[in-house]
């Protein structure tokens, strides 16, 4: 068994035209947690693990929480406040069974289309900097709780990953919120890496959050290039568009991270620039610094860090943070 974690405090700040905020705040490069993992070998080629991670909010000592039926607030089974759920292993609470035929693997677990997000971003999925488009697959666009996945094995680089969630409705329950299911195809060879992902799920009775995306990148060794598109697709309501291009360098004893990411639906557009800088102190130690600033147009009123902005209105942000793993 491993036990492992991160934990991640940065000072932030957040400024926009109706009021700004400053916050000691968690994970502004890589997301705190503590985690407990391990594999026993069954011979003939088959292991079975599992994997329990929890997320930390490090900055005042508190969990993070969880979402045990992958419904919105207010559901029959509700999503309780982070803060008063304590531990939970929100972030991964899996077993599997894996051999030459791939993995399977149940639990609570990320969603195919969340990993094309996180994997071609810079920024990854933390901090001041990360896409704004990012996460509009509501509930589950990042995990789902209740799922069964499978994990194929490398085909010539090709790589295929399909998950169904469930939202443990009762039969006579029409809407059958929280049900769903997704898919990822990936392919890697050398430098190249680009990936499809989709997914689907109910939110209400006759409603579904459909999310797809494209990403890729490209290592020239002197930078690493990323792109990548989504669609989110909501019964009822306009399409939101999302995009990214952006980069990272090495620089010195760290890299450089750029990014241009936005987002759109309907009138409402926001464009972000974000600009960082990460310093190795060692493998397991990184200072970090991260600059953005986002403009607004057609009703959109994007605020960052906290921060709040008129419509049409721009606001920046910053984060100066230490990252520590083991």
Same mark, same amino acid.
């Given at each position: 068994m491993t036990l492992f974690g991160v934990v991640d405090a940065a000072y932030a700040k957040g400024t926009g035209t109706v009021s700004s905020k400053t916050q000691l705040k968690n994970s502004g490069y890589n997301s705190s947690r503590i985690g407990f993992r391990g594999v026993e070998d069954l011979g003939g080629g088959l292991k079975a693990s599992f994997w329990l991670e929890a997320g930390v909010n490090n900055d005042d000592g508190s969990g993070a929480g969880t979402n045990n039926n992958n419904q919105a607030a207010g559901a029959t089974d509700p999503v309780l406040n982070a803060r008063n759920q304590g531990l939970t292993f929100n972030r991964r609470s899996t077993v599997s069974v894996e051999g030459n035929f791939g993995e399977v693997r149940l639990g609570r677990d990320y969603t195919p289309q969340f990993w094309t997000e996180t994997a071609y971003d810079p920024f990854g999925t933390n901090g001041v900097g990360t896409n704004i488009a990012f996460n509009k697959g509501g509930v589950t666009g990042v995990r789902a709780s209740n799922s069964i996945g499978y994990l194929s094995p490398s085909f010539s680089g090709v790589k295929v990953w399909a998950q169904a969630y469930m939202g443990e409705n009762a039969s006579t329950d029409a809407a059958k919120a929280g049900d769903g299911n997704a898919f990822r195809v990936s392919y890697d060879n050398g430098p190249l890496s680009v990936a499809l992902a989709s997914s689907s799920t109910k939110t209400g009775l006759n409603v579904k959050n459909k999310t797809s995306n494209i &990403? &890729?990148?490209?290592?020239?060794?002197?930078?690493?290039?990323?792109?990548?598109?989504?669609?989110?697709?909501?019964d009822g309501a306009k399409d939101i568009k999302g995009g990214l291009f952006g980069a990272t360098a090495p620089v010195g004893a760290g890299t450089v991270r750029v990014a241009m990411s936005s987002t759109a639906q309907g009138d409402a557009k926001s464009n972000q620039f974000a600009l960082g800088y990460v310093y190795s102190l060692s493998k397991r130690t990184d200072l970090y610094a991260t600059y953005a600033s986002v403009k607004n147009k057609g009703g959109a009123a994007v605020a960052l860090n906290g921060s709040v902005t008129a419509a049409n209105a721009k606001s920046t942000g910053y984060d100066f943070g230490v990252k520590h793993s083991f």
């Open positions: &990403g &890729g990148s490209y290592d020239l060794g002197v930078a690493k290039l990323f792109a990548q598109t989504n669609k989110t697709k909501i």
